[in-house]
């Protein structure tokens, strides 16, 4: 039996969790705690970095108090401690991994240094223990928009990503347009219901394409100009912007399954997974292909503790510990080989 202390804290979520591998009962969430820093970003329409950083420090200690309180456990029967170590705001992930390496040395636990990315990809198989590598993952958050192959612990080819705005982001922004505050997605999820998605015509960026890569800045400026002329409802602009938005996600992802070569599922994570509309119509895609379908529950998908610390169970499964020394990274690839997108340009 393995036992992994998770902490998440890369945007504006402070997070932890306490995730089993046990050959008997198999791979539990033992207890997990989040604090959701909504409220505190949303007079800003986003994340401010400094705000969030300070909240982690406020709240992170506390709250890993009460999650091993939860289920009962001490920090003496944890086999490990894994702390995201980036990709996010420096200022957010600094706390929680120092908070790790605090409570590793005090108690003589392992540190586990995890890519934040690669919580959301191997989170799939915290709630399917049938979920085989390799797969096909669309990770889609409020910072990223690939399609990996992914081929087991640390090992990821990155087929596509997006050469301008994150899927996560292009409906923070739609929402921002609209009117619907942050955070974004699942406001304009809820308003897409009662629209209509024909109603607007909006372009699909790159559909078609040689290579799956994204693109939803021009998708983005056509809901704006779409909005400035008074004559939809913002109900049907929610609508068709996510029908644009699905439609260019099938056609990505149709090119991907044929680049990645055989694999055993299409999976998708990241925040933008918790999109009911985009799990369906991904699910039938990977009927058509023939392919299984997984998707992790709900509150797997947004930024959590559980999956930093299921990501640390299968680390330290394979002896992947890290040096009280491993520096907190703002930017962390899973893929350093994969070279930039064709057009893709230096965002702001
Ligand atoms: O993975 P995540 O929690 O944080 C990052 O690592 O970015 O993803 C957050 C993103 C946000 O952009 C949010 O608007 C989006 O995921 N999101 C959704 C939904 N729930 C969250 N997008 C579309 N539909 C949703 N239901
Ligand atoms: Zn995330």
Redesign the pocket.
């Known amino acids: 039996m393995t036992l992994v202390l998770g902490i998440e804290s ?2 504006d ?1 402070t997070a932890a969790a306490l995730v089993t591998d046990d050959a008997c009962v198999g791979r539990r969430i033992l207890a997990q705690r989040i604090s959701s820093q909504d409220a505190e970003h949303a007079p800003y329409g986003g994340v401010v970095p400094e705000i969030a950083a300070r909240a982690h420090a406020m709240r992170l200690a506390p709250l890993i108090a009460g999650t091993l309180a939860d289920a009962g456990l001490s920090l003496d029967d944890v086999d490990a401690i894994a702390a995201t170590a980036g990709p996010g705001l420096i200022g957010g992930v600094m706390v929680g991994l120092v908070t790790a390496k605090a409570l590793a040395m005090a108690s003589g636990k392992p540190l586990i240094a995890v890519n ?1 990315l690669e919580g ?1 990809a191997l989170s799939p198989r915290l709630a399917d223990a049938t979920l085989e590598y390799p797969y096909l993952l669309l990770l889609a ?4 928009c690939q399609l990996l192959r992914v081929g087991g612990v640390g090992q990821y080819r990155r087929l596509a990503t997006t050469i301008d705005d994150a899927l ?2 292009a ?2 922004k739609t929402a921002k347009i609209l009117g619907l505050g942050y ?4 406001a ?2 809820r308003l897409a219901l009662s629209g209509n998605p024909r109603a607007v015509p909006l372009p699909r960026p790159l559909k078609g394409s040689a290579e799956p890569h994204f693109s939803f800045a021009g998708l983005k400026s056509a809901v704006m100009r779409a909005a400035e002329t008074g004559v939809h409802s913002a109900a049907d602009l929610a609508a068709s912007f996510q029908a644009a938005a699905i439609d260019c996600v099938l056609d990505r992802t149709a090119r991907a399954i044929t680049a990645a070569g055989p694999v055993s599922a299409l999976v998708v994570a ?3 997974a ?2 009911q509309a ?1 799990r369906g119509a991904l699910a039938g895609l990977a009927g058509a292909h023939g392919l299984r379908f997984v998707a992790p529950p709900m509150a797997l ?3 959590n503790g559980a999956m930093i610390a299921w990501a640390g169970v299968e680390r330290f499964a394979l002896g992947l510990v890290d040096g009280l020394d491993v520096a907190a990274r703002p930017r962390w690839p899973l893929d350093p080989d994969a070279l930039p997108a064709r057009g893709a340009g230096v965002k702001a």
């Open positions: 890369s945007c979520e934040h959301h958050s409020g910072g990223h996560g982001e409906f923070d955070p974004g997605g699942p304009v999820e990241g925040g933008v918790a999109n985009m998908c947004t930024d």
